[in-house]
């Protein structure tokens, strides 16, 4: 990278970069973004792309974490009935950018996240301020169920705080084991929300 860029103008490059990547991922889906496309649409060698950032992941989580909306719509709500609450969690958590990426890049996203723990503070503050936002939405949305006297009282940050950690084991088990796809990883999950949930359910 040239000495004459100043830090203003990396800091330019790199928030083009991100846009770039955003609109890619989101236009193309992880596998079929080429970092040299998102090179070529920002206008810099690909090779100046990776002075930037380390990888492809590590580009995709920054680039989702700086547009990520983990806010419940409120089309949400009035879809809950009794009959529907496990559905309507599972929904919420499955709508989750990581859900939605092949295993290989879970698996990549997860060693970075640990990679970042320690390397790059500030990018794994954001991931967990986004794990914390997540948690703190799926209680709200708890609390809202309550609300609607579908869901008898109990605490509902416990019961989000819960939820997360069996997605995270699940996201965990199927990162390592080969035999183990998204729909395994789904219905263990949904069985896992059953056994949190329904005995709340009025």
């Known amino acids: 990278m040239s000495a004459r860029i100043n830090k203003k103008e ?7 970069i991100l846009e ?20 070529e649409r920002v ?5 100046t792309l990776f002075n930037y950032f380390s990888s492809k992941a590590n580009l995709y989580i920054e680039s989702m974490l700086e547009n ?29 950018f990581i859900f939605k990426l092949p295993k290989t890049v879970i698996k990549e996203i997860l060693y970075l996240s640990t990679y970042l723990s320690k390397k790059k503070r500030k990018v794994f503050n954001k991931f967990a301020e986004t794990d914390f936002k997540a948690m703190d939405e799926l209680a709200h949305l708890i609390k809202q169920m309550q609300e609607k ?7 509902p940050e416990t019961a989000a705080s819960t939820i997360f950690a069996a997605v995270f084991f ?4 199927y990162t390592y084991e080969d035999h183990y ?15 949190i949930i329904t005995p709340y359910i009025r």
């Open 170 to 173: 699940e996201l965990l088990l």
């Open 10 to 16: 990396k800091e330019k490059i790199r928030k083009e």
């Open 20 to 39: 770039s990547a955003y609109t890619l991922f989101t236009m193309n889906g992880y596998e079929e973004t080429k970092t040299k496309d998102i090179s």
């Open 149 to 155: 006297r579908l869901l008898k009282a109990f605490n």
């Open 68 to 96: 990520i909306d983990l806010s419940v719509p409120e089309l949400i709500y009035g879809q809950m009935k009794q009959e529907n609450i496990v559905d309507v969690v599972l929904d919420y958590i499955t709508k989750s």
């Open 181 to 195: 796809d998204k729909d395994d990883m789904m219905t263990s999950l949904r069985k896992k929300v059953e056994l």
């Open 43 to 47: 206008g810099i060698a690909e090779g």
